[in-house]
């Protein structure tokens, strides 16, 4: 089974400091995404990758940048957390095609205090 | 945006069939619609998806319209375990990696 695994669960952070959510997949996977989820407003893509080191702005980007050093991990990064980036935030991945399916990992509940 | 347009919720009632439609009016030749769901705490989990023809697997029915503006995921019989939010998409087989996904439907099911 494809695995989309998200590094931390729950995290609560202070305003201002540097966070850093990881993703990896197990299944070589070409693209991998972040999305953050708020009530009411579905999913909001952040950004995509659809190789290493590549990576393009999604509808939110403002106040999130990404890396992606190694194809399996694909990272999320807050570079001074604010209170409105307190969110669920989910990565996802597929093979490149579009008739593939899209794989979400649990989801990292992010409080920002 | 999203492109396309899902009802906010329905209901349904337990061992009971469910249509939950999806319009995407605006859909080129090369679009796959994908659906998925999301269970409460969870991420989203593929249901089903296909191109021009109706689709079936164990989970549910795809049904798509002949001018593909509309599809229909079919349940066939509710369980409370299908209580989830929906989501309709479309995934361009020229620029895959635009992803974006609406509010999608909040189905409930009633025992």
């Known amino acids: 089974d494809v695995k989309v695994t998200q590094s931390s669960r729950y995290l609560v952070k202070r305003t201002g400091e540097k966070v850093f959510l990881e993703c990896v997949q197990d299944?070589?996977?070409?693209?991998m995404f972040w999305y953050r989820q708020d009530p009411g407003l579905g999913l909001r893509l952040i950004y995509f990758?659809?190789?290493?080191?590549?990576?393009e702005k999604g509808d939110i980007p403002e106040g999130y940048s990404v890396s992606r050093e190694k194809k399996e991990r694909f990272s999320l990064i807050l570079e001074s957390a604010s209170t409105n980036q307190t969110s669920m935030y989910l990565c996802a991945s597929s093979l490149y095609a579009a008739r593939n399916t899209i794989y979400f990992g649990e989801g990292s509940w992010l409080t920002v205090v | 945006d999203a492109k396309t347009t899902q009802p906010n919720s329905m209901e349904s009632n337990e061992e009971e069939p469910v249509h939950l439609p999806c319009n995407h009016s605006?859909?080129?030749?090369?679009?796959?619609i994908h659906w998925y769901r999301q269970l409460p705490s969870q991420g989203p989990e593929y249901v089903i998806h296909?191109?021009?023809s109706n689709v079936n697997n164990r989970m549910a029915s795809l049904a798509i319209a002949e001018d593909r503006k509309s599809s229909t995921l079919i349940l066939h019989r509710a369980t409370l375990r299908d209580a989830a939010v929906y989501y309709c998409i479309l995934r361009d087989v020229n620029n895959n990696n635009d992803m974006r996904f609406g509010a999608g439907t909040r189905l409930t099911v009633k025992p």
């Open positions: 990758s659809y190789d290493v080191k590549m990576k």
């Open positions: 605006t859909i080129s030749g090369t679009d796959y």
């Open positions: 296909g191109l021009t």
């Open positions: 299944m070589d996977h070409e693209n």
